[in-house]
């Protein structure tokens, strides 16, 4: 009995130790959307108000916004299938016949299944008159293996084309490694290594000083495979070793789409509710308000942890997104950005 309490003893110091030296700082954040499933949910009655909204003399887009923005994915799809069995026809189709500009792409986008709208984005992004390397980076470097794997699917059955086949003929070099070895999806997940940490560590020193093209090889296969929680290991010892965070050293040794990709890792693996804080601020604030990332943002994450990007935001900023959002953005369009953002009067 003895020697049990000990044992226990000894694994309580060792877990003790392990978290002073690799988890400072790190937490496991309970993340929260602003989008969930609407209470006594009728498809057949959201359908026909969707049809006599759409269907009238003139669209009222009050109607939409206030049924497709509190629905969540799930239920919208269900009344898509009831719109079509009650009207003949598809309710993307009509929303994209009725609406236009920016409030067009929001209410359409809320339509997609999360998997569809990523490989939407993707596809454009690649497809477009220029490639839209802030678009693939936001997606790739956030997704889970599983969400990866599904988009990729929706990507082939929707544009009958292959993701990473896109990606290698649309972009170069080696932010196209990169988002290759993403788009792969096969990141460790729940797995960690402590006695290989300071190895990895080395690897990604190495990696910013030499920056030979198989220490960039090196350096991206690090942070494109190995587990989050494997990676919060290996930043705390390359801050040991260099002295440097690993961002600021990333900063100083590349540029470039490589050098934004490889730290919209980092801080993926760090907080995905602060990466896309600062990229919607840096869209709105930056750019003169860049409606398509706001959108895509918005859209993407609001069953996930919309309210946790909010809070983020206004920690973050001073100012909530909320604020923001209805200082930049107007009319119907302000209307719905600000229902998926779920704002509250005091966040004004």
């Known amino acids: 009995m003895a020697s049990i309490i000990s044992l226990r003893k000894d694994i309580k110091t060792s877990l003790q130790a392990f978290s002073e030296k690799y988890c400072d700082g790190f937490s496991v954040w309970l993340t929260q959307g602003t989008i969930f499933p609407a209470p006594n949910f009728n498809p057949v009655m959201d359908a026909q108000l969707l049809g006599g909204a759409l269907q ?3 669209c009222e887009k009050d109607v939409l916004i206030e049924i497709l923005t509190q629905r969540c994915n799930s239920q919208r799809l269900m009344i898509a299938e009831a719109y079509r069995d009650m009207y003949g026809r598809d309710l993307i189709t009509d929303l994209k016949e009725n609406l236009s500009h920016h409030l067009k792409e929001v209410m359409v986008g809320l339509m997609y299944p999360p998997a569809s709208y990523d490989a939407h984005e993707l596809w454009h992004a690649l497809k477009g008159v220029d490639t839209e390397e802030k678009c693939l980076i936001d997606i790739l470097a956030s997704r889970t293996n599983m969400e990866i794997f599904q988009m990729k699917e929706a990507y082939l059955m929707q544009y009958n084309n292959d993701l990473q086949q896109d990606i290698d003929s649309e972009t170069s070099g080696h932010f196209r490694d990169t988002l290759m070895n993403l788009a792969q999806g096969t990141r460790m997940e729940g797995y960690a290594d402590p006695s290989t940490a300071a ?8 990696a910013c000083q030499r920056k030979t093209g198989e220490h960039k090889n090196m350096l991206q296969m690090i942070l494109c495979n190995k587990s989050y929680q494997q990676l919060w290991m ?6 040991s070793i260099s002295g440097q965070d690993i961002v600021d050293a990333i900063n100083e040794c590349y540029d470039g789409y490589f050098q934004e990709l490889l730290v919209a890792i980092v801080l993926c693996v760090r907080d995905k509710p602060s990466y896309f804080a600062y990229r919607l601020h840096n869209a709105i604030h930056d750019f003169g308000f860049h409606n398509k990332t706001v959108i895509r943002i918005l859209i993407a994450r609001s069953e996930i ?5 909010r809070q983020r ?30 704002g509250d009067a005091e966040d004004y």
């Open 305 to 309: 942890d919309l309210m946790t990007i």
């Open 313 to 342: 935001y206004k920690e973050r900023y001073g100012k909530s997104l909320f604020h923001d959002i209805k200082h930049f953005a107007s009319g119907h369009y302000e209307s719905a950005l600000l229902a998926i953002c779920a």
């Open 234 to 239: 290996v930043f705390q010892e390359f801050q």
């Open 199 to 206: 190895q990895d560590a080395m690897i990604l020193w190495e």
């Open 56 to 58: 009238g003399i003139s």
